[in-house]
C-alpha cells in the first residue's frame, strides 16, 4: 500500500467541487487515511513549491494557493500515487485529458483545481509535510479484498 498526497486548491473551494472531486477519488476505491482543511501559511508553499521558487510566476502561485482554505487528503491503495496522477490529469488544464479532474473541470494552468503528489519519493515527503502522525489513520475497510481481488 502507498499514501499519496492531495490538495484540493481555492479554486476547488470557491468553485464548490470539493464534493465532486473527493467522490471520485472515493469512488475509485482510494481510502482516505487523512482528510482536513487548512491554510497554508508562506513558509509551507515555500517547501511544497521549492521547485517553483525563482520562477516569474512564483508569487502568483503563492497568493492563489491562499485565497482560501485548501482541503488536504492523504489516499491509500496500492500504487496510489500513480492512480491518482492520472485521475488528476496534467498541469495544463486546458489540455487535460478528458475523464481526468483537470480535463473535466478546469480550463488554466494555475487554477487547475487539485495537486497531487508526483512520485513515491515526493510523497513520502508530501505526506508528513501536511499531516501530523496522529492525523494519519489505518483501519480496515469491508471491500478491500473486493477491490483489489488479490492484485
Ligand atoms: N503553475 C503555474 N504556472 C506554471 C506552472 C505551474 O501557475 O507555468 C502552478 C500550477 O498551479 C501547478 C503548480 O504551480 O499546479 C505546481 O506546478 P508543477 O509544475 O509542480 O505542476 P503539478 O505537479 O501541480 O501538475
Known amino acids: 500500500m502507498e499514501r499519496t498526497l492531495v490538495l484540493l486548491k481555492p479554486d476547488a473551494v ?3 467541487l470539493v464534493g465532486e472531486i473527493l467522490a471520485r477519488l472515493e469512488r475509485k476505491g482510494l481510502k482516505i487515511a487523512g482528510l482536513k482543511m487548512m491554510r497554508l501559511s508562506d513558509e509551507l508553499l515555500n517547501e511544497h513549491y521549492s521547485h517553483l521558487v525563482g520562477r516569474p510566476f512564483f508569487p502568483e502561485v503563492k497568493s492563489f494557493m491562499q485565497l482560501t482554505p485548501v482541503v488536504a487528503l492523504c489516499l491509500e491503495g496500492i500504487d496510489s500515487v500513480n492512480t491518482v496522477r492520472a485521475i488528476c490529469g496534467i ?4 489540455e487535460a ?3 481526468t479532474i ?6 488554466s494552468v494555475q487554477a487547475n483545481l487539485i495537486h497531487c503528489s508526483d512520485s513515491l519519493e515526493t510523497a513520502q515527503v ?3 509535510r501536511f499531516f501530523k502522525p496522529e492525523e494519519l489513520f489505518t483501519y480496515s475497510d469491508a ?3 473486493y477491490l483489489y481481488n488479490s492484485s
Open 126 to 128: 508530501e505526506v508528513p
Open 97 to 99: 485529458a478528458p475523464g
Open 14 to 16: 470557491q468553485r464548490d
Open 91 to 94: 498541469t495544463k488544464a486546458r
Open 102 to 107: 483537470r480535463g473535466e473541470f478546469a480550463m
Open 143 to 145: 471491500l478491500e479484498g
